[in-house]
């Protein structure tokens, strides 16, 4: 693996900003990829939760959390704390460093620097309950009552606001998935490059012989509202085929209500269960729609096929018909049908077609394109400045003295 000293980047100098550090998700491994090239950089973040990172990488690294982690309890409901969110993030002393790459679903792209560092920022999405799920977060929130609702918009509203204005801040965008870049687009008005987040694919590496022997279907998400988790129990309670439900979350006692007898709930599992899990699967099933969804990678890398709604992330990352099923709408009937068609042509999945398609998004890959993006963000920066600064910013001083 090259290193950050051939990138011409002292290792000392360079920062990661991250929205909160309360578990271990896809977020979080793709910080983990990119902490890898740089093994001494140092991480900002809202939250930390010690415990639950223990062992990881992330762990080996200097974490700087804010204020708000000293709140007993946080971790459970950092959530709440949203509106405080722009304030603290931009309260990090980040004077001293060279780069600053954030990595951001939330507020870690408005990230303060100064006009001489570089600072690139990673978006995994701009946040979900302020743009794209704001009329179904809304929704949910009136259920409580009118007084949260009214109060859910308005911080929302100044939310935004605050939103758009950091997204001026870093010097360029990389975006999660061309779905997420479109969004860059539309709501900060700014262009955004692609680059996938990394799949430890090697990881789910099976024989093609393993595919013999698959027997139920799986779905492995959090079990929040927007994941869609209620449409595949519905069903597959029609259906009447087995189906196994990796997750936690908030639904999970709703679920557990209106499932069949053919449906079993095995909450959080480990990555090694998770890889067996996946090896006995016919299909992964998936409902939501994703700004990218590595669990659909990892299945496919697992040899095992994917039947999920043909919006977002899926779109990506799944051949139609060669390694995966998609459906038109997010409803029983529709997904029924794909389960269906999905079993009259079992056979013609190929593990190899999975396997190849998966390889498309390894860290190796991403890495790769990473370090190609800062190299030419940092040749760029040293000869004309960073861009979207004024014209005056990136001429040498002494030539402005002159004149």
Not at 101 to 124: F, P, W
Not at 166 to 193: F, H, K, N, W
Request: glycine share 6%.
């Amino acid at each position: 693996m090259v290193g950050p000293d051939h990138l011409g980047i002292d290792p000392r100098r360079v920062a990661f900003v991250h929205d909160a550090l309360a578990f271990m998700g896809g977020a979080e491994r793709t910080l983990s990829a990119m902490l890898e090239l740089f093994p001494e950089a140092p991480v900002y973040t809202l939250i930390y939760n010690r415990k639950e990172l223990q062992g990881t990488l992330i762990a080996r690294h200097p974490i700087y959390p804010s204020r708000l982690n000293n709140i007993p309890g946080i971790h459970r409901r950092y959530r709440s704390f949203l509106p405080f969110f722009p304030f603290l993030v931009e309260q990090f002393d980040l004077r001293g460093y060279e780069v600053v790459i954030s990595s951001s679903y939330a507020v870690a792209h408005g990230a303060l620097v100064d006009a001489d560092q570089l600072h690139i920022a990673y978006l995994y999405t701009p946040m979900r309950h302020a743009w794209h799920d704001h009329a179904a977060f809304i929704r949910r929130s009136r259920q409580k009552s009118a007084a949260h609702s009214w109060m859910a918009r308005l911080v929302l509203h100044y939310f935004r606001l605050w939103d758009v204005s950091a997204a001026r801040r870093p010097d360029q965008i990389l975006a999660a998935s061309e779905l997420v870049a479109a969004r860059v687009q539309r709501y900060y008005r700014r262009s955004a490059q692609v680059l996938y987040p990394p799949v430890d694919v090697d990881r789910y590496r099976i024989s093609g012989t393993q595919a013999l022997h698959r027997s139920y279907y799986l779905v492995v998400s959090r079990l929040r509202p927007h994941k869609m988790v209620s449409i595949i129990v519905q069903a597959f309670n029609n259906l009447g085929y087995p189906l196994y439900v990796v997750g936690e979350g908030d639904e999970l006692r709703h679920l557990s209500k209106i499932a069949g007898q053919n449906i079993r709930f095995l909450g959080r599992q480990s990555d090694k269960n998770l890889r067996s899990l996946l090896a006995g699967a016919k299909a992964l099933v998936h409902a939501a729609e994703e700004d990218f969804g590595i669990t659909m990678v990892e299945a496919q890398a697992a040899g095992c096929p994917v039947i999920a709604y043909g919006r977002g992330g899926a779109v990506e990352t799944i051949l139609p018909e060669i390694t995966g099923i998609l459906f038109p709408e997010q409803s029983v009937d529709s997904l029924s049908e794909a389960v269906r068609r999905f079993e009259s042509n079992q056979p013609e999945f190929n593990v190899h077609d999975l396997f190849e398609n998966a390889n498309r998004f390894s860290k190796q890959q991403f890495q790769d394109r990473f370090r190609n993006i800062l190299r030419m963000d940092m040749n760029r920066s040293a000869i004309l400045g960073p861009p979207d600064r004024p014209w005056y910013s990136r001429v040498p001083h002494d030539l402005l003295r002159k004149s």
